[in-house]
Nanobody, 116 residues
Framework: QVQLVESGGGLVQPGGSLRLSCAATGFTFTNYIMRWYRQAPGKERELVALTGITGTTTNYADSVKGRFTISRDNAKSTVYLQMNSLKPEDTAVYYC?????????WGQGTQVTVSS
């Protein structure tokens, strides 16, 4: 079965950096677009970034452009989100996502808190 396991979240000061990882199993990783979403308290879940199957094509929410970088290692079936210049408004639970056979799958999420 499809499983996504996120890691790398934590507490960081404004201006700091974190690198999130999402390890995927249960499907052919190289065949699927991978996405990172986030959900802040009281807000809807929003798409942060996505990467195409080779990692060459990427797309970002306007709020994170120039600060976040999504990448993937197909040999390790892992997708990453490098987050730099973090702001308090980046505080949220971050989720990895894949759509397999029209069904979305989510990881358990990893908490990112940006605070001084």
């Amino acid at each position: 079965q499809v499983q996504l396991v996120e890691s790398g979240g934590g507490l960081v000061q404004p201006g700091g950096s974190l690198r999130l990882s999402c390890a995927a199993t249960g499907f052919t990783f190289t065949n699927y677009i991978m996405r990172w979403y986030r959900q802040a308290p009281g807000k809807e879940r929003e798409l942060v970034a996505l990467t195409g199957i080779t990692g060459t094509t990427t797309n970002y929410a306007d709020s994170v452009k120039g600060r976040f970088t999504i990448s993937r290692d197909n040999a390790k079936s892992t997708v990453y989100l490098q987050m730099n210049s973090l702001k308090p408004e980046d505080t949220a639970v971050y989720y990895c996502n894949v759509v397999v056979t029209y069904r979305p799958y989510w990881g358990q999420g990893t908490q990112v808190t940006v605070s001084s």
